[in-house]
């Protein structure tokens, strides 16, 4: 009997069938960036002081520009190392006092500058930013500045719960069914978000949407390698995960034009209540799916849908048979099978592992950029550009190379580039911007051959299950990484980079 390749190989591997469904499933790929790397804008921090009362009207009084105010009123402003000092505490003094001198205001208040008392910043924060994140608005600095890494670990936690239940339901119930539940419930957090009125309840909607979206993104890659022959597998499933860095730019470009959070929230959640109708009536069930699960009446009305589409016939020898199963029958997946056999489980280790260091590095390396000073949104640009030379890599090399030898120098490269950005000076600053692309590069190489490869070394009927439960350590990480980010950047700067 035949397979659904054979078969593939006459009515079209990549025709227009198989093209409209990858182009309607890149847009669920586009759309999942929001979630993975939204804590870049949605919790941007500014830079910020102590609001202190009584400094407006002083300055406004002495005439002051805006750095000579920070200079006179805010504790080491400027100063290097200083920066808890100028961003957490203020001068305890009434700048409202009568008699204070513009040349020196905190002299002719205590006389001695070392002997200014330091306070905490009891009237709030003044931020230096037009528009909003979540930090702005919930004070989310300073001695509260560990609840912005929960905020990301919160979305991490949900990929790593989500990991097996989604995967599971992919498998169990079907690609389709999985992407149209998830997407709906991501939407219904998404609007949830904008109107919440406090951080606890943010939370806990960004949870939820991190228990779905991962799950939904995977069925949706998984979905698009299986309605194509052979020969197009690797390529769809690289342009599928381009299809996030054009994502990448397309937020960059929405959050510069919607510096305000919640709007920013709305406006690229909206979008994918498209995707739910455009989904049931234009996507169709994975083939592969429906004959691993033994129901090939439905299979068989599939394909002569993707031949009817495809303007081709099925062969007349093609249309009586039944589909001879790639995995040998109807089965249940199960976690078991994931460490039956040994190679099995030597696959399932290794990929663990790289699942977890390919989500530190690149997650870390993004919420990194965050923090060094200079446009957000140009530095954000520059990151996502280089993620498209990365698949052109991928797809010039995996045939005529292999899979091992891309992928572990894509790691070496990643991790060396990392260190060497760390250690360049800051006055090489054109050295450094290389090194910190090189590592941006190699890391995407990287995260997205292990997500390629997943697929490969795992039969139809526990593939989504394989790659999900693999890709569970990808979410340990992801929930590390705000606190490696946030804490160890308080110490050195360049210390989160070391630890990648």
Same mark, same amino acid.
């Given at each position: 009997?035949?397979?659904?390749?054979?078969?593939?190989e006459?009515?079209?591997?990549?025709?227009r069938f198989?093209k409209?469904t990858?182009?309607?499933?890149?847009?669920l790929?586009a759309?999942?960036?929001?979630?993975?790397?939204g804590v870049?804008f949605?919790?941007?921090t500014?830079?910020h002081h102590c609001f202190?009362?009584?400094v407006v009207?002083?300055?406004q009084?002495?005439?002051?520009s805006?750095?000579?105010?920070?200079n006179?009123?805010?504790?080491e402003?400027?100063?290097?190392?200083a920066a808890?000092?100028s961003?957490?505490?203020r001068?305890?003094v009434?700048? &409202?006092?009568?008699g204070?001198s513009?040349?020196d205001?905190?002299?002719?208040l205590?006389g &001695?500058w070392?002997?200014?008392p330091l306070?905490p910043?009891q009237?709030?924060?003044?931020?230096?930013y037009?528009g909003t994140?979540?930090?702005?608005?919930?004070?989310?600095?300073?001695e509260d500045?560990?609840?912005l890494?929960?905020?990301q670990?919160?979305v &991490?936690?949900?990929?790593f719960?989500?990991?097996?239940?989604?995967g599971?339901i992919?498998?169990?119930?079907?690609?389709?069914?999985?992407?149209?539940?998830?997407?709906?419930?991501?939407?219904v957090?998404?609007?949830l978000?904008?109107?919440?009125?406090?951080?606890?309840?943010?939370?806990?909607f960004?949870?939820?949407?991190?228990l779905v979206s991962k799950g939904?993104w995977?069925?949706g890659?998984i979905?698009?390698?299986?309605?194509?022959g052979?020969?197009?597998?690797?390529t769809v499933?690289?342009?599928?995960?381009?299809?996030?860095?054009?994502g990448l730019?397309?937020?960059?470009?929405i959050?510069y034009?919607?510096p305000?959070?919640?709007?920013?929230?709305?406006?690229?959640?909206?979008?994918c209540?498209f995707?739910?109708?455009l989904?049931y009536?234009?996507?169709?069930?994975s083939?592969r799916?429906?004959?691993?699960?033994g129901?090939?009446?439905?299979a068989k009305?599939i394909?002569?849908d993707?031949?009817?589409?495809?303007?081709?016939?099925m062969?007349s020898?093609?249309?009586?048979?039944?589909?001879e199963?790639e995995?040998?029958?109807?089965q249940s997946?199960s976690?078991?099978?994931?460490?039956?056999t040994?190679q099995?489980?030597?696959?399932t280790?290794?990929?663990?592992?790289?699942?977890f260091t390919?989500s530190i590095?690149y997650q870390?390396l993004?919420?990194?950029?965050?923090l060094m000073g200079g446009?957000?949104y140009l530095?954000?640009l520059?990151?996502a550009l280089?993620e498209?030379?990365?698949a052109f890599?991928?797809?010039?090399?995996?045939?005529?190379?292999?899979?091992?030898?891309?992928w572990?120098?894509?790691n070496?490269?990643?991790g060396?580039?990392?260190?060497?950005t760390a250690?360049?000076p800051?006055?090489?600053?054109?050295?450094?911007?290389?090194?910190?692309?090189?590592g941006?590069m190699?890391?995407t190489?990287?995260?997205e051959m292990?997500c390629?490869?997943n697929?490969?070394l795992?039969?139809t009927?526990?593939?989504n299950?394989?790659?999900?439960?693999?890709s569970?350590l990808?979410?340990?990480?992801g929930?590390a990484?705000?606190?490696?980010?946030?804490?160890?950047?308080?110490i050195?700067?360049?210390?989160?980079?070391i630890?990648?």
């Amino acid at each position: 009997m035949p397979t659904l390749d054979d078969i593939l190989e006459h009515i079209g591997e990549f025709d227009r069938f198989q093209k409209q469904t990858f182009f309607v499933l890149c847009l669920l790929s586009a759309a999942f960036t929001p979630v993975y790397v939204g804590v870049v804008f949605f919790g941007f921090t500014p830079e910020h002081h102590c609001f202190s009362p009584g400094v407006v009207e002083l300055s406004q009084r002495c005439g002051w520009s805006l750095e000579e105010q920070l200079n006179h009123t805010v504790p080491e402003w400027g100063s290097h190392g200083a920066a808890y000092s100028s961003r957490c505490s203020r001068y305890e003094v009434d700048w &409202n006092a009568t008699g204070v001198s513009c040349t020196d205001p905190l002299g002719s208040l205590v006389g &001695n500058w070392s002997s200014v008392p330091l306070g905490p910043c009891q009237d709030g924060w003044v931020y230096d930013y037009p528009g909003t994140s979540i930090v702005t608005e919930f004070n989310l600095v300073c001695e509260d500045s560990w609840k912005l890494d929960l905020f990301q670990s919160s979305v &991490n936690a949900g990929f790593f719960i989500g990991s097996v239940n989604i995967g599971y339901i992919a498998d169990r119930f079907g690609r389709k069914f999985c992407l149209l539940t998830t997407i709906l419930a991501n939407v219904v957090c998404g609007i949830l978000l904008v109107f919440v009125p406090s951080y606890l309840w943010i939370v806990i909607f960004r949870f939820l949407q991190g228990l779905v979206s991962k799950g939904c993104w995977t069925a949706g890659y998984i979905l698009v390698t299986e309605v194509v022959g052979p020969q197009y597998r690797r390529t769809v499933g690289i342009l599928y995960q381009a299809a996030f860095s054009v994502g990448l730019l397309v937020f960059d470009a929405i959050a510069y034009a919607i510096p305000h959070w919640r709007w920013l929230q709305l406006t690229v959640t909206l979008p994918c209540c498209f995707l739910i109708l455009l989904y049931y009536w234009c996507l169709p069930e994975s083939p592969r799916w429906l004959i691993s699960q033994g129901k090939t009446d439905k299979a068989k009305k599939i394909v002569n849908d993707i031949a009817k589409k495809n303007r081709k016939k099925m062969p007349s020898h093609f249309e009586d048979i039944k589909f001879e199963d790639e995995d040998g029958g109807k089965q249940s997946p199960s976690l078991i099978d994931l460490v039956r056999t040994p190679q099995m489980r030597k696959n399932t280790f290794i990929l663990m592992y790289n699942w977890f260091t390919s989500s530190i590095l690149y997650q870390g390396l993004i919420m990194h950029m965050g923090l060094m000073g200079g446009n957000i949104y140009l530095d954000f640009l520059y990151s996502a550009l280089v993620e498209f030379p990365a698949a052109f890599i991928i797809i010039v090399t995996i045939d005529r190379v292999g899979r091992r030898y891309p992928w572990a120098t894509a790691n070496l490269v990643a991790g060396a580039a990392c260190l060497a950005t760390a250690l360049i000076p800051e006055d090489l600053h054109w050295l450094k911007l290389i090194a910190a692309c090189l590592g941006r590069m190699g890391i995407t190489i990287a995260f997205e051959m292990v997500c390629f490869v997943n697929t490969e070394l795992y039969p139809t009927y526990i593939r989504n299950l394989g790659v999900m439960v693999c890709s569970a350590l990808c979410d340990v990480g992801g929930i590390a990484v705000p606190f490696i980010v946030y804490r160890l950047v308080e110490i050195w700067h360049e210390l989160p980079l070391i630890v990648f």
